[in-house]
């Protein structure tokens, strides 16, 4: 992996592989985009952003609108994802994320970000989780990104919903084994970064397929 330390960033980075990115929410506040554009430290340059859109059947992220303009202005790789809860229902919850993503050719797939399980039944989030996933798919004629922990990978989605793309956030590895190559695209190596024009801490992500196949979770 070639882990090295990079300190305008504040982690180490897995510098075998050349495409980084970060993920945000309303929970950074209020961020100064071309300042974000702009860093560059040890030769790594920031190329892609994903960008919380929507939450459950009604919620919405109070600065997706301008975090989404903005990330295009500044040039990055833009990406949108639902927070799913499966306690709700999935098609509503699908439509909410439909109604306020607009997605043009070379933005990543959708993202359905699934962390939690609210006590619902394994059959339940499976079921749940595909219907979203399907509705999406329908809409945007693009194939979902699944965003997901190790834990919950195991357990729902690896030999249920294996053909869809694969971001898994995993802070504890240090190698990729435990996942299947074939449909891994995305690593949330770090929370704990740094970036200017951001307040807090950022996730931090990579791109860990050959760079030539990008493409393949865009539209």
Not at 190 to 196: A, E, H, K, P, S
Not at 211 to 218: A, D, G, P, T, V
Request: charged share 25%; hydrophobic share 35%; aromatic share 14%.
């Amino acid at each position: 992996m070639d882990w090295r330390f990079v300190r305008a960033f504040g982690i180490r980075l897995p510098m075998r592989y050349g495409i980084h990115g970060i993920d945000v929410s309303r929970h950074n506040d209020r961020i100064n985009w071309k300042r974000v554009r702009q860093m560059e430290a040890d030769g790594v340059r920031l190329q892609f952003v994903f960008v919380k859109a929507t939450e459950g059947a009604t919620m919405t992220d109070r600065h997706f609108d301008k975090n989404w303009s903005e990330a295009k202005k500044s040039n990055l790789r833009r990406g949108a994802y639902h927070f799913y809860h499966p306690t709700r229902d999935p098609v509503k919850q699908a439509n909410n994320f439909i109604r306020h993503v607009e997605l043009s050719t070379g933005d990543f797939a959708p993202v359905v970000d699934f962390e939690v399980t609210n006590g619902q039944s394994d059959e339940a989030i499976v079921d749940g989780l595909r219907l979203w996933l399907a509705t999406v798919e329908e809409h945007y004629q693009a194939r979902p990104i699944i965003y997901t922990n190790g834990s919950l990978y195991k357990r729902y989605i690896k030999g249920n919903l294996d053909e869809y793309p694969l971001w898994i956030a995993d802070y504890s590895t240090k190698h990729l084994r435990a996942y299947d190559p074939d449909r891994l695209y995305l690593w949330q190596h770090n929370q704990n970064g740094w970036v200017q024009g951001i307040r807090g801490q950022v996730d931090f992500n990579v791109f860990v397929m050959d760079e030539n196949r990008l493409q393949e979770i865009c539209l």
